[in-house]
């Protein structure tokens, strides 16, 4: 297991080998000895091609999380929030798929979302803190002042991220 570094500070890309053999492969998602985070719970979710999901973030109880594919492709974008950050405001953004030998860590303050490319995609993150319904907020996804590069612009959204609040909004 090896991390990379990105431009962003604390933002890493967790690579690790694929042991591959006739029946499939095997691949470590997480060692706490390499990371160095705790991890506090679990979770899964699914999409169908063109849902867009975010860009969620908790604002008094955020939270890390650790990103990777388990089936399909996704465009994944995460946006530093950390008013105290060089690259507050700026965004990483990653395809990541089930062939993938890397998953991505996203650290707390960061508004976090991804675009399904795939006819249907699986994507299993551990976080370091627990969901906090009342600390929810959405950034939304196509904000100008952030300007995140999507490869699609008519994506599929909830209500939740229809009403999301634009980078000026967030009052950070």
Not at 63 to 86: W, Y
Not at 87 to 99: D, Q, V
Request: glycine share 4%; proline share 3%; hydrophobic share 35%.
């Amino acid at each position: 297991m090896k991390i990379i570094k990105t431009k962003i500070s604390e933002l890493v890309i967790i690579k690790s080998k694929k042991h591959r053999d006739a029946r499939g492969f095997f691949r470590e998602i997480y060692q706490e000895k390499v990371l160095k985070k705790k991890f506090v719970f679990d979770c899964f979710s699914t999409s169908k091609k063109d849902v867009l999901r975010g860009l969620h973030f908790q604002a008094k109880n955020p939270q890390g999380k650790l990103i990777s594919v388990l089936h399909g492709e996704i465009f994944d974008v995460a946006v530093d929030l950390r008013p105290t950050s060089k690259t507050f405001g700026k965004y990483f953004s990653i395809k990541i798929n089930e062939k993938s030998d890397f998953s991505i860590y996203i650290p707390p303050k960061f508004a976090h979302g991804f675009l399904c490319l795939s006819k249907y995609c699986k994507i299993y993150y551990k976080c370091t803190n627990y969901r906090n319904k009342s600390s929810e907020k959405s950034l939304l996804w196509n904000d100008n002042k952030v300007g995140i590069k999507w490869p699609k612009r008519k994506v599929i959204l909830s209500k939740k991220d229809l009403a999301a609040f634009t980078f000026d909004e967030l009052n950070l």
